[in-house]
Structure formats: C-alpha cells, structure tokens
C-alpha cells in the first residue's frame, strides 16, 4: 500500500495520495516483479487522478476511514494517529502532510484512483476535489516507478498509527 500511494503521489506530483486498500488484490513477494504480478495486483482499468481538495476535506476522509467497514486506504505524504478511543468525528488526533500540521483552510493537491474520485466506497468527499486532472492507468504509473526505483524494499513506516485496533 505505501508503495502504491507513493507511485501516485511521485507521478502526479500531490503533496498527498490517498487510495483504497479494496484496489490491491494481492501481495507481491520478494523477487523480481513481473507484469503479470502488477496486473494481479492491480486488475482494475483504474486511472490516477489529481484534485485539489482543503485540509478539512482532507480530515473528512480520514474520519470517515477510521469507522469504515471497508479496506483502509493507503496513504503517501501523510502522516495520520487515530485515538479510536475518542468519539466518531474526533478520531483523526494527529494528521500531518509533508511533516507539517494539516491546515483544515489550506488547500492540498492530492492524487488518488478514478474509483475514489468518484465517491467510491462511499468516500463522497472526494467527489468535492477541484482541479481533475485525470492521469495514466493505476498499473501503468506503478510498473514505471518500479522501473525507476527498482530494487524496492517497502517496509513498515507507521504512516498510520492506532491507539487500538480497527473495530
């Protein structure tokens, strides 16, 4: 998923991509990383698309993410703490962009697919973005930075933190 959200957001240039957990279909194991491994991963004709959207939009999202019954989404120049201790609304304690506060009044650019643009996974905020502009196919924009950053080694960098486990 960090891996994905970071192809979005190096292709497109966002200050953040967002993506949802339900477009990954698989795990790619250590090794080379073939085609048909991408398009296993990726099946969906999904393009990357690029909006504009204000940091409160932004904390929207990630509210909505910390109760949903869907995948979570996968996130790249962000960096989110949830306290699902706290009431639904005030669960996103803690969310920076860049290593910088979100500012609920700045404006943010933003990648992520042409499903969650759309309001997919009942994520309608999306659908408020500014300024599309919509991009190459999802696989296409991953199989290239693979390319150019080949060999990759993801691992686990606490992008979202929880404070207990998803319900």
């Known amino acids: 998923g960090n891996l994905l959200a970071d192809a979005f957001r190096e292709a497109s240039g966002a200050d953040l991509a967002l ?15 073939t085609l048909e491994q991408v398009y296993t991963l990726l099946p969906f004709d999904n393009q990357i698309v690029t909006m504009d959207l204000s940091g409160a939009q932004i904390r929207q999202i990630l509210e909505q993410n910390a109760s949903s019954t869907h995948q979570k989404l996968q996130v790249s120049g962000l960096t989110v703490r949830y306290d699902l201790t706290q009431p639904a609304g005030r669960q996103a304690a803690e969310i920076q962009v860049g290593g910088q506060p979100l500012e609920d009044v700045r404006t943010y650019r933003m990648a992520t697919n042409d499903f969650l643009a759309a309001g997919g996974d009942a994520y309608t905020t999306f659908k408020a973005g500014a300024n599309l502009v919509y991009g190459d ?10 390319e150019r950053k080949s060999p990759v080694r993801p691992q686990i960098e606490n992008r979202i933190e929880i404070t207990k486990p998803w319900p």
């Open 137 to 146: 196919l999802v696989r296409d924009v991953f199989s290239a930075y693979l």
């Open 19 to 33: 993506l949802n957990g339900g477009s990954i279909r698989t795990d790619i194991r250590k090794g080379k990383i």
